[in-house]
């Protein structure tokens, strides 16, 4: 509570949208505020009653955010993260709110303009989201207005023989009534396509063109409408009414330094809408800013599939217009680099800004706990050194004979997935732990010294003073000597029943566990402790899933294990197996015709008996 209070108090009083995250760092709720300080810290107040709270609040460890312009722009990102991380605690929301979109049925022979709640993948033309419904409509009818497509539903339009009073005041050109042909119905629709995709302007110089010619032949009347046409666009864009004429691609980067330290952050707006906020930090920087953003732009953008047309820096970056040419040649489509000075875009890159300046303030506050608890580790069991690399073992048996061992890497208090390790125990039969730990670290430690790999500062290992022995001999066997060890005892149930015997450490040399109370170094081990237990379960899971699927070819009639072995080798896989040919299966030397021929009817009645 300690540290969320500190993070608490770094949040900033603007809009946003923020992310609880659990002990694993998985995100669990997300919510959208017009002020994040007092919202987010509304949650922690006694006077908040709210059910779901009583099983959120516990689970919260740990607040990130994004700052938002205005609430509304969080409103959307907050529906657009929801959907990408589906927290557990957001299930309701996520059923229930979906935005705005605007629609071009495209797949429809005379297409319109409507409203949806639901876009679907298709060949529709989409636009959106929009926060709400009634700016879809104005922009419906403002763009009706001007290009005459047909306003009735699909139904209504099928059923009709005559065109109704929409064609009479000019509004539609009546489709329905064949007064239109399909061609030249398809000109207007991709008139407003243009317009929708923000070539208004270009659009406007093609109908002047288009207006001159047909005063040039005497049509008049054609000339009158196009007249009228191009005034309602030139109006519809100088008062920006048409919400959805910018459908642009772009990302915002914000600079924000502090002496060595520098926060990065991109603002990626997609189709017009702010749906992307990641940040970056570097520290102890000797670069010059530009320099250093040159530098991300290159990585970054380097590693992308993605490129958006736009990208707006908050300053000029070394080697700008070599980046640019790279970029394009990258995307085959032209990308711009733009430092803005003033209007729209010189606000989206304020807005980046301030949101790289909170979030390393944050970020140093994090950092600051993290080194917190690790001094505090130190210090607490007795280490000779602050432990800058931890590794933990645990071994998953679950009382049968297919055992694994798991290693999980922890860097400056944080995990590193990339270094995680899984062993599947080989050389112990029985339920014995104290060997299975052995083998686990022979292995790990005998190949770290073969290929001279850096060793880590300290060893966690799941168990108690048995497993801490059997560590400290296999790091003597190896003549290992600088690496320290702890062990953590669980608490059993009973234990925790009888109030009996808490979470303990066991310490190398030292007799008594240490019984662990409330703290930062408590909440890292038992952290790090449940990541091995998690890493080492899923893994035992997924072994036991695999074989328990390939003990499915013994139960063919004709197949015994040698045949088993012989088949998934030549497969790769049981799913192949699953899929081979009669063909493939009987050109197998290690098969007989019949054999070959029970294997496939076996799983084509698999196939349509799934259950
Ligand atoms: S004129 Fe025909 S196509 Fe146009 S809105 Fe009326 S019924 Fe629909």
Redesign the pocket.
């Known amino acids: 509570m300690e540290q969320l209070e500190k993070k608490l108090n770094a949040l900033p009083n603007s809009a946003g949208v923020y992310i609880f995250k659990d002990r694993a760092g998985e995100v669990i709720y997300i919510g959208k505020a017009k002020n994040l300080k007092s919202r987010v810290r509304a949650y922690f107040n006694e006077t908040d009653s709210r059910p779901l709270l009583q099983f959120l609040k516990p689970k919260i460890k740990d607040i990130a955010f994004m700052l938002t312009d205005t609430e509304k722009e969080a409103l959307i990102l907050e529906n657009h993260l929801i959907k990408k991380y589906q927290p557990k605690y957001n299930i309701r929301l996520r059923d229930d709110k979906t935005y705005f979109h605007l629609k071009l049925s495209l797949t429809e022979k ?1 297409p319109r303009l409507v409203l949806t709640r639901r876009p679907q993948k298709s060949q529709e033309l989409i636009f959106g989201p929009f926060a709400s419904a009634k700016k879809v409509k104005e922009s419906i009818n403002l763009l009706q207005n001007i290009f ?5 539903t699909t139904r ?2 099928q059923s ?1 023989e ?6 009479e005041i000019g ?7 064949g ?1 239109i042909s399909p061609a030249d119905y398809q000109k207007i629709v991709e008139q407003v396509i243009r317009f929708l995709k923000g070539e208004g302007k270009d659009l406007i110089k093609e109908l002047e063109k288009e207006m001159y010619l047909a005063s040039e032949k005497l049509e008049f009347e054609k000339s009158a409408k196009i007249r009228d046409q191009i005034q309602a666009i030139k109006q519809s864009l100088e008062r920006q009414k048409v919400e959805v004429n910018l459908p642009l691609d772009r990302d915002v980067i914000g600079y924000y330094r502090e002496a060595d330290r520098v926060g990065i952050y991109r603002l990626g707006y997609r189709q017009g809408i702010l749906l992307i906020g990641q940040a970056y930090f570097f520290k102890k920087v000797q670069m010059e800013d530009g320099e250093l953003l040159g530098s991300f732009l290159k990585q970054f953008y380097g590693e992308q599939g993605f490129i958006p047309k736009e990208i707006l820096l908050p300053f000029a970056v070394e080697d700008q217009d070599l980046i640019q040419d790279w970029l394009r040649e990258r995307a085959k489509f032209k990308i711009e680099l733009i430092i803005p000075e003033r209007g729209e875009k010189r606000a989206q890159v304020e807005l980046a800004n301030i949101n790289a300046q909170k979030n390393l303030e944050v970020s140093e506050e994090k950092e600051k706990i993290k080194r917190d608890a690790l001094e505090e580790f130190k210090r607490i069991f007795r280490l000779k050194k602050i432990p800058a690399w931890i590794e933990c073992y645990d071994i998953s048996n679950l009382g049968e004979k297919l055992a694994v061992g798991a290693m999980v890497k922890f860097v400056n208090g944080e995990p590193e997935k990339a270094g995680y390790r899984r062993y599947r125990i080989k050389g112990v039969d029985s339920q014995n732990d104290y060997e299975m730990m052995k083998e686990v670290l022979t292995r790990r430690f005998q190949r770290a010294l073969l290929e001279n790999q850096p060793l880590p500062d300290l060893i966690i290992l799941d168990g108690g003073k048995g497993q801490l022995n059997i560590a400290r001999k296999v790091l003597q066997e190896l003549q290992i000597k600088d690496m320290e060890l702890i062990s953590l005892a669980k608490e059993s149930w009973q234990d925790k029943f009888l109030s009996k015997k808490p979470e303990r450490v066991y310490l190398s040399g030292v007799k008594d566990p240490i019984t662990l109370k409330p703290s930062p170094a408590k909440h890292l081990i038992m952290r790090i402790r449940d990541e091995a237990h998690r890493f080492a379960i899923s893994y035992h899971r997924k072994l036991r899933k695999k074989l328990s699927n390939q003990s499915l070819l013994l139960k063919i009639p004709g197949i015994g294990e040698k045949k088993k072995r012989a088949l998934l080798k030549h497969f790769g896989s049981l799913k192949r197996v699953q899929t081979a040919t009669l063909e493939e299966l009987k050109s197998l030397p290690l098969l007989s015709e019949r054999d070959a021929e029970k294997l496939f009817n076996f799983f084509q009645i698999q196939k349509s008996n799934p259950a």
């Open positions: 005379f005459p497509l047909r306003r009735c209504n339009f009709r005559r065109a109704c009073i929409n064609y509004k539609c050109s009546a489709p329905c009534a007064k």
